[in-house]
T-cell receptor, first 113, second 116 residues
């Protein structure tokens, strides 16, 4: 079946540091890939997505590129802020999405001033 | 309106109580979901309603009973719960259901349930 593997953390960085959160996947066919973010006390929000190989998703300074050859979708940001502290979930949907999203375990990101 | 609204935000109930969680969206979405999320874990899919019909039930115990009265509303009826059912219950919606699901889900803020 489909699966998503991501570093669990917590990942602690100083403000303005460069961020990478690794995500790799296993799926049949050609999945769509997502990063969702969950701020403390809130539900999940879609951060960015990519639907085919070599697509780059971007939003709020975050970027991720769909790499089919390495089955990866790593999340990056050039300069993090304290307000980026949250839990980040990599996810995929495949086969038309009838079974819903497959989530990774989540990465807790802590940004210190 | 791009919101999914869940009520109540917090619920404390005893093991013999009957309560309900409610979820509402007015985006015209045709699929709605219930997820259960334990602390520091990813959401676990419980139920999916696609075009107002139950399409997925992920082997959830019968003490959880979903209901979709119309395309905008989703309920989760709770009865005889156990302390281990304490969790954040998230509702979500997507524009299309079934085999056309794009994976773009809109989540509510959740109902935090504590079972004593």
């Amino acid at each position: 079946g489909d699966s998503v593997t991501q570093m669990e953390g917590p990942v602690t960085l100083s403000e303005e540091a460069f961020l990478t959160i690794n995500c790799t996947y296993t799926a049949t066919g050609y999945p769509s890939l997502f990063w969702y973010v969950q701020y403390p006390g809130e539900g999940l929000q879609l951060l960015l997505k990519a639907t085919k190989a070599d697509d780059k998703g971007s939003n709020k300074g975050f970027e991720a590129t769909y790499r089919k050859e390495t089955t990866s979708f790593h999340l990056e940001k050039g300069s993090v802020q304290v307000s980026d502290s949250a839990v980040y979930f990599c996810a995929l949907v495949s086969g038309g999405g009838a079974d819903g999203l497959t989530f990774g375990k989540g990465t807790h990101l802590i940004i210190q001033p | 309106d791009t919101e999914v609204t869940q009520t109540p935000k917090h619920l404390v109930m005893g093991m013999t109580n009957k309560k309900s969680l409610k979820c509402e969206q007015h985006m015209g979405h045709r699929a709605m979901y219930w997820y259960k999320q334990k602390a520091k874990k990813p959401p676990e899919l419980m139920f999916v309603y696609s075009y107002e019909k139950l399409s997925i039930n992920e082997s959830v115990p019968s003490r959880f009973s979903p209901e979709c009265p119309n395309s905008s509303l989703l309920n989760l009826h709770l009865h005889a719960l156990q302390p281990e059912d304490s969790a954040l219950y998230l509702c979500a919606s997507s524009q299309y259901g079934g085999g056309s699901n794009t994976g773009e889900l809109f989540f509510g803020e959740g109902s935090r349930l504590t079972v004593l």
